[in-house]
């Protein structure tokens, strides 16, 4: 075969790999994975490469025919009470922190948001965004400053964040099983980092995480 009749491979995007990420949490939310499938069908989303890698992930999934080419299901998914879709439509909100900070409080649905921080950082709470098949990615550049960012119990913490001399700082307590949603981070970090932690209030006496402190 020449050059010019094999197909040419195209690299994937993060815009790209959201879009499938999307769908992964629509047949979550739908009942269509369990936890563990809905993990593993995004570490591959996550660890993809090429746009041709992406359609066979969910190939087997009505929400995503439209990825591989094949009309979508006539029934369209419904998901189970409490779950708050993320809504990947709206873009990523832009702030900044410089020698300061404030208190951030993501709303339900919110896709995540995206910050440049110099010698500061924010308390970014994440209680309200996360839920069942959620996905929220906080893109966070950080030069000598850093954030603390307040999860949830059940949340999954990927962290494919790039740091010279840095890195972020992930809590032992805060890392769950993926039950109440995933958190993403991303961003160029150079001697800096974020401090990622269990948010405890609300939580009930007895609970194995109450009164733990930060």
């Given at each position: 075969?020449?050059?010019?009749?094999?197909?040419?491979?195209?690299?994937?995007?993060?815009?790209?790999?959201?879009?499938?990420?999307?769908?992964?949490?629509?047949?979550?939310?739908?009942?269509?994975?369990?936890?563990?499938?809905?993990?593993?069908?995004?570490?591959?989303?996550?660890?993809?490469?090429?746009?041709?890698?992406?359609?066979?992930?969910?190939?087997?999934?009505?929400?995503?025919?439209?990825?591989?080419?094949?009309?979508?299901?006539?029934?369209?998914?419904?998901?189970?009470?409490?779950?708050?879709?993320?809504?990947?439509?709206?873009?990523?909100?832009?702030?900044?922190?410089?020698?300061?900070?404030?208190?951030?409080?993501?709303?339900?649905?919110?896709?995540?948001?995206r910050d440049?921080?110099?010698?500061?950082?924010?308390?970014?709470?994440?209680?309200?965004?996360?839920?069942?098949?959620?996905?929220?990615?906080?893109?966070?550049?950080?030069?000598?400053?850093?954030?603390?960012?307040?999860?949830?119990?059940?949340?999954?913490?990927?962290?494919?964040?790039?740091?010279?001399?840095?890195?972020?700082?992930?809590?032992?307590?805060?890392?769950?099983?993926?039950?109440?949603?995933?958190?993403?981070?991303?961003?160029?970090?150079?001697?800096?980092?974020?401090?990622?932690?269990?948010?405890?209030?609300g939580l009930?006496?007895?609970?194995?995480?109450?009164?733990?402190?930060?």
């Amino acid at each position: 075969m020449s050059e010019i009749e094999r197909r040419r491979r195209m690299r994937a995007s993060d815009e790209e790999r959201d879009a499938v990420l999307r769908i992964v949490q629509e047949a979550y939310a739908a009942g269509r994975l369990d936890i563990e499938e809905a993990e593993e069908r995004q570490d591959r989303v996550l660890g993809a490469r090429y746009t041709d890698e992406l359609g066979g992930i969910v190939d087997d999934l009505p929400e995503g025919q439209h990825i591989v080419g094949r009309p979508h299901s006539p029934t369209p998914a419904t998901a189970p009470r409490g779950h708050v879709p993320t809504r990947f439509d709206e873009e990523r909100k832009f702030s900044f922190a410089v020698l300061s900070g404030r208190d951030l409080t993501l709303a339900p649905g919110s896709p995540g948001m995206r910050d440049f921080a110099w010698w500061g950082g924010h308390n970014i709470y994440l209680r309200d965004a996360m839920g069942p098949g959620a996905v929220v990615v906080l893109e966070l550049h950080a030069i000598m400053g850093g954030h603390d960012i307040y999860v949830p119990p059940g949340v999954r913490i990927v962290d494919e964040s790039t740091a010279i001399m840095a890195g972020n700082d992930i809590d032992q307590a805060a890392q769950g099983d993926g039950s109440n949603g995933t958190l993403i981070l991303r961003g160029f970090l150079w001697w800096a980092g974020s401090d990622v932690k269990l948010d405890t209030r609300g939580l009930q006496p007895g609970h194995p995480d109450h009164g733990r402190h930060y």
